[in-house]
């Protein structure tokens, strides 16, 4: 019984140093993000040493974020941290080198590190050209508003570029600001105005039809220096059919036309006609708010589903 348990007490140390030394303990070099993983296999061992790098990375950013940075109840919110994550992993295999690296038996241990500089240059510059991107969507001289796919735009750039901020900031790097297109978007939430006008003469049905629907993207005013969705309504009917057209011109506050449509219905039924038109006029405005067959091409109504 003595023999067995001096056997096991002998064989415990060697069991222990079959992990590196090196493996539990980061070296203190600022210049560097690291990151330590173990695995079955070498492979197995960097893709997880590579996860805790981006992980260290997020983690930190996160914590001096939210430090700095007032946000609701003094946190840095769940989305804001996801999306720093998800730039830290996008970038995490570029510029990484193994730094460490041991097998005993089955177990494989592994230390990454990757350039500091690097990675911020990195980032600073896909920040730069971001914001080259989002500048001219900014309202020119006289404007009070944005439109819808401006807004959809300004929007996505934002949520690209507020993590890379995020990061920047965490580690010392300035940044072109991003508050007064965040004020754009607050401004114009949450739905950008715009002036409705309607031809004189319109039917009236066909007129509240298609204000309901414009209603689903806009706010409407009568303030100048906001976008403008003109319209002129025709009616018929004749040989069972009820027929509406429909001109719908959007256009910027300077006044130039930036979208134009034709539209038809044809139905058995003035309501079915009326229905037809509100379903191709939502779907032209769906689809200019994302970017989906902008210009001023006529469409055929036959190719156009609700």
């Not at 840095?76 to 720093?84: C, E, F, G, P, R």
């Not at 041991?102 to 990757?114: F, I, L, P, Q």
């Not at 949520?159 to 401004?187: H, N, V």
Request: hydrophobic letters at 35%; one cysteine or more; a positive charge.
């Amino acid at each position: 019984m003595r023999l067995k348990r001096s056997w096991i007490l002998l064989s415990l140390p060697l069991c222990l140093q079959a992990v590196p030394h090196w493996y539990a303990h980061t070296p203190d070099k600022p210049q560097f993000f690291y990151g330590s993983g173990a695995g079955g296999d070498k492979e197995s061992a960097k893709e997880k040493a590579l996860n805790d790098l981006a992980s260290n990375i997020s983690v930190r950013v996160s914590s001096l974020t939210t430090s700095t940075t007032t946000r609701d109840n003094s946190k840095l919110d769940k989305k804001a941290s996801q999306q720093i994550k998800l730039v830290v992993d996008s970038i995490k295999f570029v510029h990484v080198n193994t730094d460490k690296q041991e097998c005993h038996r089955d177990k494989c241990y592994v230390r990454v590190r990757m350039d500091k500089n690097m990675f911020l240059n990195l980032l600073s510059k896909r920040y730069a050209n971001l914001y080259n991107t989002l500048s001219p969507l900014k309202p020119t001289r006289g404007c009070h508003g944005i439109f819808i796919k401006e807004k959809r735009q300004i929007q996505s750039l934002l949520d690209k570029m507020t993590p890379l901020q995020e990061i920047l900031s965490a580690y010392g790097r300035a940044s072109a600001p991003l508050t007064s297109y965040e004020e754009l978007i607050k401004a114009n939430s949450p739905k950008p105005k715009a002036q409705i006008v309607f031809a004189s003469g319109a039917d009236a049905e066909v007129v509240d039809a298609l204000t309901g629907q414009y209603a689903r993207f806009v706010n409407q005013t009568t303030a100048p220096g906001f976008y403008t969705i003109n319209n002129k309504i025709f009616t018929s009917e004749g040989n069972g059919q009820f027929h509406i057209g429909l001109d719908i011109n959007i256009k910027n506050c300077q006044g130039d036309i930036i979208y134009s449509k034709h539209l038809n219905a044809d139905q058995g039924t003035r309501g079915d006609a009326i229905e037809r038109i509100k379903a191709q006029a939502f779907k032209q405005m769906r689809n200019y708010q994302n970017g989906v067959g902008a210009g001023t091409a006529d469409v055929n109504s036959d190719n156009i589903d609700f």
